[in-house]
């Protein structure tokens, strides 16, 4: 079965500084999705970075990057220039065909 | 473009009792998806419709639990009875085809079952 873990509860970084939060994944599968979302104190889910598993490189959207490893099944996020409004829980999602999972989450605190 | 709305926001009912949520996802969006979200987890998927037939629903107590979407737009969730573990966030959330590749969320109802 498929499973996403982050193993980092909770997080610190200073504004202006970059961060990078680890997902690892496991699954037998070769052709899937993988996905980091934010979710802010108003609990609205939104998609931070989309990457698909057979594109070698990796995905990035303005100040946020992700570190594909699929040998390694790892899926990790920087955000650089880190923000206030960056403060959210993150959560790493796995998705094939109609399976999607997140793992547990990540709690970002940015300080200023 | 519209979001993705639900109500009620929050609910506070006591356990046996019952409860029901409501979700108009965006415009013209085929797939439907609930998923509850108890506090310190990631969000799990309760059941998955395309248009309005039920595509996943394994993770779905349904015993207690029940959802259909109408004409394939509006959807709604209920809890009956309810136990103090359904104490969580209903998430609504709706994307194009079914598969998915990008999922707009709601706002979550949140639950609190004494």
């Known amino acids: 079965a498929q499973t996403v873990t982050q193993s980092q509860p909770e997080m610190s970084v200073q504004e202006a500084e970059t961060v990078t939060l680890s997902c690892t994944y496991d699954?037998?599968?070769?052709?899937?999705?993988l996905f980091w979302y934010k979710q802010p104190p108003s609990r609205q889910m939104i998609l931070v970075i989309r990457q698909e598993a057979y594109k070698q490189q990796n995905a990035t959207e303005n100040r946020f990057s992700v570190n594909f490893q699929k040998a390694a099944k790892s899926f990790s996020l920087k955000i650089s220039d880190s923000q206030l409004g960056d403060a959210a829980m993150y959560f790493c999602a796995y998705r094939r065909d109609d399976k999607i999972i997140f793992g547990k989450g990540t709690r970002l605190h940015i300080l200023p | 473009e519209a979001g993705v709305a639900q109500s009620p926001r929050y609910k506070i009912i006591e356990k046996r009792q019952s409860v029901a949520f409501w979700c108009n996802p965006i415009?013209?969006?085929?797939?439907l998806y609930w998923y509850q979200q108890i506090l310190g987890q990631g969000p799990k998927l309760l059941i998955q419709f395309q248009n309005n037939g039920v595509v996943d629903d394994s993770q779905l107590p349904k015993d207690r639990f029940s959802a259909e979407r109408l004409k394939g737009v509006d959807s709604t969730l209920k809890i009956q009875p309810a136990k103090l573990e359904d104490s969580a966030v209903y998430l609504c959330a709706s994307s194009w085809g079914d598969r998915g590749l990008e999922q707009y969320f709601g706002p979550g109802t949140r639950l609190t079952v004494t």
């Open positions: 699954t037998s599968e070769s052709d899937y999705y």
């Open positions: 415009s013209g969006h085929a797939t």
